[in-house]
């Protein structure tokens, strides 16, 4: 199975911040990562999938990027919706792993 | 608007085997660019992907899992069903379903990105 690591597995951060998530595959996957929210006791939302595209609707500060093992979800200002939890996942081959999630929290 | 919901038992004992439904609406699991997965999350912890089906019927599940998983589907019914065996606490979850999209990538490649969730159906194996 493909593993993703994510870090940090948390963070504290201030609204207007320009924050980085980074997602790492145990091997090439090309740009088949995709990029989810998930608030409490709420279901995962997509942001990202194919490494960079942004899902219709998620707003323009989130953005992603991808060099075939290490991936990065950027917030260009952090906003105060936008605490939560973000998971990667691979989409490259099955089993479509997760990461195991980065928490982002209010500084 | 497309949707898709679960439906289960609340509770389950151990060894029991757990039946999932999703119920989908707004798109057809005929269509050959769409697909249900089976995701979970224990409380506290990750997400962890369980299975998925497609049109043609093609079905993949997680390698941990796979002994003890059957996804299906009921075209007609508009659902997807997953099935667990011998259930243990430790599978206690929340359980979701999602629409999964294929998305033409490069030569024979595809995008899948799961982009429609239900709300989640927290199931809890006790004795």
């Known amino acids: 199975d493909i593993q993703m690591t994510q870090s940090p597995s948390s963070l504290s951060a201030s609204v207007g911040d320009r924050v980085t998530l980074t997602c790492r595959a145990s091997?090439?996957?090309?740009?088949?990562l995709n990029w989810y929210q998930q608030k409490p006791g709420k279901a995962p939302k997509l942001l990202i999938y194919a490494a960079s595209s942004l899902q219709s609707g998620v707003p323009s500060r989130f953005s992603g990027s991808d060099s075939a093992t290490d991936f990065t979800l950027t917030i260009s200002s952090l906003q105060p919706e936008d605490f939560a939890t973000y998971y990667c996942q691979q989409s490259y081959t099955t089993p479509r792993t997760f990461g195991q999630g980065t928490k982002v929290d209010i500084k | 608007q497309v949707t898709v919901k679960e439906s289960g038992p609340v509770l389950v004992k151990p060894t029991e085997t757990l039946t999932l439904t999703c119920t989908v609406s707004?798109?057809?699991?005929?269509?050959?660019?769409?697909?249900v997965s089976w995701i979970r999350q224990p409380p506290g912890k990750a997400l962890e992907w369980l299975a998925d089906i497609f049109s043609n019927d093609e079905k993949s599940y997680s390698t941990s899992l796979k002994s003890r998983l059957t996804i299906s589907k009921d075209t007609s019914k508009s659902q997807v069903v997953l099935t667990m065996t011998n259930m243990d606490p430790v599978d206690t979850a929340t359980y979701y379903c999602?629409?999964?999209?294929?998305?033409?990538?490069?030569?024979?490649?595809?995008?899948?990105?799961?982009?429609?969730w239900g709300k989640g159906t927290t199931v809890t194996v006790s004795s």
């Open positions: 707004g798109f057809s699991l005929s269509n050959a660019r769409m697909g």
């Open positions: 091997q090439n996957i090309g740009s088949y």
């Open positions: 999602a629409r999964i999209l294929v998305v033409p990538a490069a030569m024979i490649y595809f995008y899948y990105y799961m982009d429609v």
